[in-house]
Each structure stands twice: as structure tokens, then as C-alpha cells.
């Protein structure tokens, strides 16, 4: 079966400071891959997709990038993290179907201080 | 540019009652829609996906139904459960193949 891992669970950082969460799947190839933001009282934002390696789709602009290094994995990255950053990152994958059904990792809480 | 949007925001009900939440979207050319569940601090775990040439699926006590024509999806809950008490987001793909978030309606469901 397909599992997501997504870690850390929990980070707090300090202005300015960089950032990097992880997102790994397994038991499937080739997946599309999505990085997803949740901010307190919004619904959950679009922030980076992926269809294979070194693929990479922005939807907003803004302080972050993604990059896949690998077919299973998704990086989520910041050089330097702004107050506005803090929030609920969500990672999914999708078979690569516009009609597949969408996953989702446990989420990452980032807290910028 | 496709508009999910999910009411009521927030609903209570007693323990034993069937929940009735609704989801409409603006641009019928989905090719499916698909309903979650968040609990707190989590995640989001997939309960029903629905392809546009469907018109309701079902697993267990959850039905929800799909009237592409009319942009609305309705997610039934039969004989609710304090477990049930969640936030539960429709998502639909749209012609370009994202999905299109609502923003959610809390469900507490009372002992």
C-alpha cells in the first residue's frame, strides 16, 4: 500500500533562518506530488506541484521554492523564512491521472518567530 | 477561475442525527470531487472520491451525492457519532487538473 511521510511535525524558527521539510512517498512511481499551505482560519492554499523530477510548478509568489530531487521525494525550502510563513504545510500525492484520488501527509506546523 | 464553497461554516448536532453537508462549485467541468476529513491539528484523510461520470458513492455510514450540472455535492453522514466531530473539505479537480479547495465546515457532534 502507499504511505506519505512528512516531517518534521513541529518546527518553531526565528526570522530570517532557513527552512526545510520533507515529503517522501512509497509504494508507488511516478506520483504527482503537491506541497499545500493551511493558514489559521483559510482554507488550504496551493503552493507547489510536481509532476516528475525537477518538475516544479509555483502558484503563488512568495518567499518559498520546491525542488524533487527524486521521483518520491518533495522538498519544501526557504532561505531566509519571513512572520508571514508560519502555518500548516501539507503534503499529497496523486497518481498521475487528473482523475486520482488525492493523499495527504500529516502536516508540518511551522511557527516563525 | 473555479469558487468552492462549503455551507454552512460550523454545525452542531446531537449524537444520533444524520449530518448533512453541502459543497457547490462554480464551473461544472470537474473531472471529480472529492470530500475529507481534518481533525485538529492534522492532516487530511480522503473519504470519498466521486468522477464527474458518477453520481454518488458510498462507504459505510457516508454517502455523497454529485449533480455536475448544477455545481453541487452533498456529503451525508447517517446516525452521527462524537467521533465524527471533525472538519470536512470538498475539493474538486478542475479542467486543469488542481484542485479547488472549500474552506470547510466544522462538525461537533454532541454526547
Known amino acids: 500500500s502507499q504511505t506519505i511521510h512528512q516531517w518534521p511535525a513541529t518546527l518553531v524558527q526565528p526570522v530570517g533562518s532557513p527552512l526545510s521539510l520533507e515529503c517522501t512517498v512509497e509504494g508507488t512511481s511516478n506520483p504527482n506530488l503537491y506541497w499545500y499551505r493551511q493558514a489559521a482560519g483559510r482554507g488550504l492554499q496551493l503552493l507547489f506541484y510536481s509532476v516528475g523530477i525537477g518538475q516544479i510548478s509555483s502558484e503563488v509568489p512568495q518567499n518559498l521554492s520546491a525542488s524533487r530531487p527524486q521521483d518520491r521525494q518533495f522538498i519544501l525550502s526557504s532561505k531566509k523564512l519571513l512572520l508571514s510563513d508560519s502555518g500548516f504545510y501539507l503534503c499529497a500525492w496523486a497518481s498521475g491521472t487528473k482523475t486520482g484520488e488525492l493523499f495527504f501527509g500529516e502536516g508540518s506546523r511551522l511557527t516563525v518567530l | 477561475k473555479q469558487e468552492v464553497t462549503q455551507i454552512p461554516a460550523a454545525l452542531s448536532v446531537p449524537e444520533g442525527e444524520n449530518l448533512v453537508l453541502n459543497c457547490s462549485f462554480t464551473d461544472s467541468a470537474i473531472y471529480n470531487l472529492q470530500w475529507f476529513r481534518q481533525d485538529p491539528g492534522k492532516g487530511l484523510t480522503s473519504l470519498l472520491l466521486i468522477q464527474s461520470s458518477q453520481r454518488e458513492q458510498t462507504s459505510g455510514r457516508l454517502n455523497a451525492s454529485l449533480d455536475k450540472s448544477s455545481g453541487r455535492s452533498t456529503l451525508y453522514i447517517a446516525a452521527s457519532q462524537p467521533g465524527d466531530s471533525a472538519t470536512y473539505l470538498c475539493?474538486?479537480?478542475?479542467?486543469?487538473?488542481?484542485?479547488?479547495f472549500g474552506a470547510g465546515t466544522q462538525v461537533v457532534v454532541t454526547p
Open positions: 475539493a474538486v479537480t478542475d479542467s486543469w487538473g488542481k484542485l479547488q
